[in-house]
């Protein structure tokens, strides 16, 4: 079965830290981009950041550069969101969704339901 899961939300105070996992399963990430789109209540989904696996290429948002990092774990076919420095305003649901054979300046340009595959979400919190 082809599938993506995000993990590792949760609640969490200003500043803090969490690590998002994507896992992919039916297909290896090797060849494709991986996104992180978050929805805040209310509000429309927005890219936080890529990792393309098939150029090298990384993207971040302005609000998010310097404190969230994407790395990934072939062996385990998973890629990490490392977010540190937390803000009230990353509260959201987060997504990961997978592009193949391309690079992050493509995913910048493709919506949501346009990737190849995406999950459900995770929802992040921060709050004190």
């Known amino acids: 079965q082809v599938r993506v899961v995000e993990s590792g939300g949760g609640l969490v105070q200003p500043g803090g830290s969490l690590r998002l996992s994507c896992a992919a399963s039916?297909?290896?990430?090797?060849?494709?981009?991986i996104g992180w789109f978050r929805q805040a209540p209310g509000k429309e989904r927005e890219k936080v950041s890529c990792?393309?696996?098939?150029?090298?290429?990384?993207y971040y948002t302005d609000s998010v550069k310097g404190r969230f990092t994407n790395s990934g774990d072939n062996a385990k076919n998973t890629v990490y969101l490392q977010m540190n420095s937390l803000k009230p305003e990353d509260t959201g649901t987060y997504y990961c969704?997978?592009?193949?054979?391309?690079?992050?300046?493509?995913?910048?340009?493709?919506?949501?339901?346009?990737?190849?595959?995406y999950g459900k979400g995770t929802l992040v919190t921060v709050s004190s």
């Open positions: 969704a997978v592009l193949e054979g391309v690079g992050c300046d493509v995913v910048a340009g493709t919506p949501f339901y346009g990737m190849d595959y």
């Open positions: 039916g297909f290896t990430l090797a060849a494709y981009a």
């Open positions: 990792i393309s696996n098939s150029d090298g290429s990384t």
